[in-house]
């Protein structure tokens, strides 16, 4: 099971780097997409001087993917990982944070390119579908 990142979809829409290749290769069920990357999306929607374009995206893959909520369990699982890693002093934003939680709980593997960040979570299994 998939989490996809905001990039790995700005990537997606954009058909950049292998993306486009790595999603249909996989079965949409296997797929989703955290509650939080569709606010970063929805937001980048409002400030976009192409707001069109980006709505025509979002709606695309919201009609393959589904949306997965920040539950009690995500919630629970992100503060872990806010703790552990101010704690290490190796601090990540605020969203990547949830989203992280969001993948974790589930046991699934975050898609993204900003590997840097997120493999500083313990225990999260990430990829990166650009290159």
């Known amino acids: 099971m998939y989490l996809l990142d905001t990039n790995t979809l700005i990537y997606f829409f954009k058909q950049q780097g292998q993306v486009a290749a790595r999603l ?4 949409p ?7 939080v990357v569709l606010f970063e999306l929805e937001y980048g929607v ?3 001087i192409r707001p ?5 995206g979002i709606d695309a893959a919201l009609k393959v993917y589904g949306v997965l909520g920040l539950d009690k369990k995500a919630a ?6 806010k703790y552990t890693l ?6 990540i934003g605020h969203f990547d944070q949830l989203i992280a939680g969001t993948a974790l709980a589930y046991g699934m593997t975050l898609v993204t390119r900003n590997t840097r960040e997120f493999e500083r979570v313990p ?8 290159d």
């Open 24 to 27: 249909k290769s996989v079965a």
């Open 76 to 81: 629970t699982s992100a503060a872990w990982i």
């Open 46 to 48: 409002l400030r976009s």
């Open 52 to 56: 069109e374009v980006q709505r025509n």
């Open 123 to 130: 225990g999260l299994r990430v990829e990166n579908w650009f």
């Open 86 to 91: 101010e704690t290490a002093g190796t601090p």
């Open 29 to 35: 069920s296997q797929i989703s997409i955290p509650a």
